[in-house]
């Protein structure tokens, strides 16, 4: 069982924990991940590792709640437990000095963006990230980012806060600025990785993504994270969960993210039925 030491909600829908896993916050490097049960009978769900505290035996994971699972999560309070938290898991990012590194992050792809950002920057890169979100009220971890970034860059699809656009404007106004970039890590969405791999390509700067499939049993067996990278398949679970952006086949992402979708609705169908049992609202 691992114990929430605290949870804060970072904004709608999206709650930080900290959560006692002495192990892996001892070993855990940037770009790692878990996979977390809840209880018994719960799915296995992949989370990235966004910080560890290995004095306290803490780990940081930032959670935004699109499912069964994760609505679960964020219902969780201190003080409550996770039935098992497995990993770290994954290869850690590769880190050196490369020079001057973009980290983009848009939406929940901020909190692992952040730990790469932060391994980066104790490389003895120069940190320039860009951090996107649909509006102000969704934009999150500034403060953390600004921490390990040389300069940071706030971009809002409705212009609510920062620059008015995407995160791929932001990416074209640093390289419009003649700024020399020697790699790029962009994590968010799929078109979003997929949009931004596009536009470094065409200025030819090396671009690593995250990518975030569906997971099953995280050990390379089962073939849930299989993903084209290079015309070749790869698991994410075990030869990621980073690759390289230029490489990958967004289209074939997103058609086999969307595989459980009937499955997904049933299960959060399920939940709500369940919640608002528990709730007392049909009385
Ligand atoms: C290596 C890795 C690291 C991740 N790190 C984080 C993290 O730090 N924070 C975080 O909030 N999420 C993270 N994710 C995504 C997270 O695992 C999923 O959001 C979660 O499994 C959804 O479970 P659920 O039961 O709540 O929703 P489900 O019922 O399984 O799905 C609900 C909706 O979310 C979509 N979805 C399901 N799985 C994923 C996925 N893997 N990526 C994108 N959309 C998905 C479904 O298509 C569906 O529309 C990560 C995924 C991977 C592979
Ligand atoms: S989750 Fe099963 S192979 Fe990766």
């Known amino acids: 069982m691992n114990r929430i030491i605290s949870k804060d909600r970072l904004a709608e829908g999206i709650v930080d924990l900290r959560v006692e896993a002495p192990v892996i916050a001892r070993k855990r490097k940037a770009g790692q991940f878990i996979l977390l049960r809840i209880d018994e009978t719960g799915e296995r769900i992949p989370l990235t590792i966004v910080d560890s505290n290995p004095e306290e035996g803490s780990i940081r994971l930032i959670i935004q709640e699109v499912g069964k699972t994760t609505y679960s999560l964020g219902e969780l309070e201190a003080g409550d437990s996770i039935k098992d938290i497995a990993g770290p898991l994954g290869k850690a990012t590769h880190i050196e000095n490369f020079g001057t590194v973009v980290c983009i992050g848009g939406g929940i792809g901020v909190a692992p963006v952040y730990p790469i950002a932060a391994a980066m920057k104790e490389a003895g890169n120069r940190v320039i990230s860009i951090i996107g979100a649909?509006?102000?009220?969704?934009?999150?971890?500034?403060?953390?980012?600004?921490?390990?970034?040389?300069?940071?860059?706030?971009?809002?699809?409705?212009?609510?806060?920062?620059?008015?656009?995407?995160?791929?404007?932001?990416?074209?106004?640093?390289?419009?600025?003649?700024?020399?970039?020697?790699?790029?890590?962009?994590?968010?969405?799929?078109?979003?990785?997929?949009?931004?791999?596009?536009?470094?390509?065409?200025?030819?700067?090396?671009?690593?993504?995250?990518?975030?499939?569906?997971?099953?049993?995280?050990?390379?067996?089962?073939?849930?994270?299989?993903?084209?990278?290079?015309?070749?398949?790869?698991?994410?679970?075990?030869?990621?969960?980073?690759?390289?952006?230029?490489?990958?086949?967004?289209?074939?992402?997103?058609?086999?993210?969307?595989?459980?979708?009937?499955?997904?609705?049933?299960?959060?169908d399920i939940y709500h039925k369940c919640k608002i049992g528990r709730d007392g609202e049909d009385k």
């Open 134 to 268: 649909r509006n102000h009220d969704l934009m999150i971890m500034e403060e953390d980012m600004k921490k390990v970034s040389d300069r940071l860059v706030v971009a809002t699809d409705d212009g609510s806060y920062g620059i008015h656009g995407f995160v791929t404007d932001a990416l074209q106004s640093l390289i419009d600025e003649g700024l020399k970039i020697d790699l790029v890590v962009a994590i968010g969405p799929v078109p979003m990785m997929k949009f931004t791999s596009l536009l470094a390509k065409k200025n030819n700067l090396p671009t690593i993504v995250s990518l975030n499939s569906v997971m099953v049993d995280g050990t390379g067996m089962c073939g849930g994270c299989r993903v084209s990278v290079g015309g070749k398949s790869k698991f994410v679970c075990v030869d990621g969960p980073e690759f390289d952006g230029h490489e990958v086949d967004y289209d074939e992402l997103t058609m086999r993210q969307s595989a459980y979708h009937d499955m997904e609705k049933e299960a959060m």
